[in-house]
């Protein structure tokens, strides 16, 4: 069975650029979360998504936006970035019974903005 | 203060040593706890999940909760060089999106 799998694995912008992230959840999982992790700290949330409403947000500026589709894929996109967004984004999918409501992760997009 | 506290290391143990990873944190209302695994360059992966307090053990890893000191541990017995790794623990509110709150890992190297 296919984990989380996320596209793609890295990718390198130049500043003021948009870039979209994509993420595919686990197989009967509805929710799917992104989140950004800059090198020595953990996770820092961004968004939550079930059903394709937005059930979560963290505190990121408005550049950062997502969706969900009907087949529960989701995307990440970011406006404008900048040097500081260089980071390892990581999508999470989970479900809302027993130990499938924690967050299982994919491998990550490793994004660098020169 | 941050909400969740995990000292960065890192931590250096021998082969075959015991080896303690712990997280602090402030919101007494986490009830959830996990601990997750991350590889360099990798996803984390999602090693133990805990509900309140007590005690729960998975192979060489047990898992420990005590709420009253707002503390949890995860303990790895017979450490392997295939452990070294980043622990990030997680925690989380009851209900609601489930949403859980990281300290920022643990850096353990586990030497032959």
């Known amino acids: 069975d296919a984990g989380v799998t996320q596209s793609p694995t890295h990718l390198i912008k130049t500043r003021g650029q948009h870039v979209t992230l994509r993420c595919s959840p686990i197989?009967?999982?509805?929710?799917v979360s992104w989140y950004q992790q800059v090198l020595g700290q953990g996770p820092q949330f961004i968004f939550q998504?079930?059903?394709?409403?937005?059930?979560g947000r963290g505190n990121f500026p408005d550049r950062f936006s997502a969706r969900q589709f009907p087949n529960y894929s989701s995307e990440l996109n970011v406006n404008a970035l900048l040097l500081g967004d260089s980071a390892l984004y990581l999508c999470?999918?989970?479900?809302?019974?027993?130990?499938?409501?924690?967050?299982?992760f994919g491998q990550g997009t490793r994004l660098t903005v020169v | 203060q941050k909400e969740v506290e995990q000292d960065p290391g890192p931590l250096s143990v021998p082969e075959g040593a015991i080896v303690s990873l712990n997280c602090t944190y402030s919101?007494?209302?986490?009830?959830?706890f996990m601990w997750y695994r991350q590889y360099s360059r990798k996803g984390p992966e999602l090693l133990m999940y805990?509900?309140?307090?007590g005690n729960k053990e998975d192979g060489r890893f047990t898992a420990q909760v005590d709420k009253s000191s707002k503390y949890i541990s995860l303990f790895i017995r017979d450490s392997q060089p295939s452990d070294s790794a980043t622990y990030l623990c997680?925690?989380?509110?009851?209900?609601?999106?489930?949403?859980?709150?990281f300290g920022r890992g643990t850096s353990l190297i586990v030497h032959p």
């Open positions: 197989s009967g999982h509805k929710s």
């Open positions: 919101n007494s209302a986490f009830q959830y």
């Open positions: 999470a999918s989970s479900s809302d019974r027993g130990r499938d409501t924690e967050a299982f």
């Open positions: 998504y079930y059903e394709k409403e937005e059930r």
């Open positions: 997680a925690m989380r509110e009851p209900g609601g999106s489930y949403i859980p709150t």
């Open positions: 805990t509900y309140s307090s």
